[in-house]
């Protein structure tokens, strides 16, 4: 039986899982803190692979799930979110220093759209779009069966287009991006201005407030709340109307922590696409849903990778 | 030797060419009005047709570039913006009727995306946008090597994502899309409003103003011209910021009149684009360039399209 080993890499936690050829239960999964005083990831990394390796035979190949910018072809990790030090970094070659299997790279969100595809909410269709809403916004896209990239591997950035001019600033730099305005991060950074304006909440004098909490207050009817789960559903409609003109899918699967909001978000999302759809052509046929893979997508998806990316 | 027959249905005229494979100097071209007292748009291109499959031989298909939404797996007109009852039409089947080679449809800015990738600016690339930029604003995305339709024969409506929220009505109905503000249509009515307003200009007193005029204007100093035409690169160049960021292409494509007005436009664009880009890593080999085929990139794609859609 082939084997494959995959990583996701977060920037709280590694989580390395060994997989049989298609199949989605993993046969084991180890995790680990990405940060260490005693190691660095790739050490800490290497440690897991290792463990996972020494009563394992058949393995076919290793995957790695990485946030950020990747340049796949050629295995290098051009920017890591939230890994310090990983710019520019060679992680497929510093792994082949270790392990003489082949090693494959790729962005987790467009891994977690191919898990989803092959795998999970997607299954059948041959376009499909996943957004990723949880700390930052980000997704994958499916054309004709097959993984958009891009040029340089840098395609799908949905947090990172422009939702409100001059708005908010987002994580890259920029102003007014998806992810500066719908994201976990900025449910809960909204909810906290308005608080500190003298709007009344469920919320006030907490003193950190997340996306999740936010979520809750929601459920319990606090007005502030479902204001701040309403706009970002919203938002996040309208950019999804936008993509729906330039890709034409025929689903949109939404992930991550904010998507298991369920209605408080996706109501008036839907709505909010209803609104700005240029013509109901592209709504014929369209399913609109929340993933099925939950954390496991971009560890599926580094599978699905693994099984395709390899010789048999 | 091969032959193949092209057809591109504007608005004003319908264009019929007749083309060798793989050359694309057409052996012929016939123009006509495409709106006749006497004739329907389907009765004279059918005219032309058989005009020009009168004394050739070895045709072996025919394709139709449409202006609008298309179904091109089943032969179906959506919706074609201004050819009036060509709503659900189903014009393969009708044109079956009257010739017994396989037929082809296709968007005409999506054709032209594909005969620029084949044939003009964009051989060699891989990713490639390609944005047309006359009355209104559309394009066509080749990715992988593959023209992007999307699920239904919709996508790369680049004419119609929001950059302006609440911004001018666009031809859609919807508000403050990139058609409504940086079109042809939108350069000139820009210019007539800011005119009405008692803002001065070369243009003040012609009854009726084209982007044309407002490009000329510009060209000998006027102020007002200058600013409508950098104001509309401008808000191109925000666009694509975004569409490399969902894209990643390694080529951008400039084509449609307006394109022709050259720095006065392009260089806001870069300027714009290098403002709103999220890495540089997205412009890294990037080129931005114009299109080379000009108003045969439609023909001439029509022509990739049945080359490639035909069994030898």
């Known amino acids: 039986m082939d084997n494959y080993i995959v990583a996701d890499i977060g920037g709280t936690q590694i989580r390395v899982a060994l997989f049989s050829k298609g199949k989605i239960e993993p046969l084991k999964v180890r995790k680990i803190r990405t940060r260490d005083k005693e190691q660095t990831p790739l050490e800490r990394l290497i440690t897991l692979f290792k463990e996972v390796l020494a009563d394992t035979d058949h393995v076919r190949a290793i995957c790695v799930a990485v946030p950020g910018f990747i340049d796949a ?3 290098i990790i051009i920017d890591a979110n939230n890994i310090p030090g990983w ?3 060679p992680i497929r070659q510093l792994l082949a220093e270790h392990f003489s299997i082949p090693i494959l790279i790729g962005n987790d969100a467009n891994l977690a759209a191919l898990g989803e595809w092959r795998y999970g909410a997607g299954q059948g269709h041959h376009h499909l779009l996943y957004l990723t809403i949880s700390t930052g916004i980000g997704g994958g896209v499916i054309l004709n069966d097959q ?3 891009g ?5 799908a950035e949905f947090g990172h287009i422009t939702v409100i001019p001059e708005g908010p600033t987002c994580s890259c730099g920029q102003r007014g991006h998806l992810e500066a305005v719908a994201s976990g991060t900025a449910i809960a950074r909204w909810v906290q201005e308005k608080i500190a304006l003298g709007y009344p909440s469920l919320l006030e004098g907490k003193p950190v407030i997340s996306a999740r909490d936010v979520a809750e207050a929601a459920r319990q009817g606090d007005e502030l ?3 701040a789960m309403s706009r970002a559903g919203t938002y996040i409609g309208y950019a999804i109307a936008d993509f729906l003109h330039l890709f034409n899918p025929s689903i949109v699967i939404l992930g991550g922590g904010v998507s298991t909001a369920g209605p408080l978000l996706i109501d008036p999302l839907r709505t909010a696409i209803l609104e700005r759809i240029m013509d109901r052509a592209y709504l014929n046929n369209l399913t609109i849903t929340t993933a099925q893979l939950g954390d496991n997508a971009g560890l599926v998806g580094a599978l699905v990778l693994a099984e395709s990316g390899v010789e048999p």
């Open 73 to 75: 072809e050629n295995g």
């Open 147 to 149: 993984l958009l990239i």
């Open 225 to 227: 709340a479902l204001r």
């Open 87 to 89: 710019v520019n970094y």
């Open 151 to 155: 040029a340089r591997g840098l395609a």
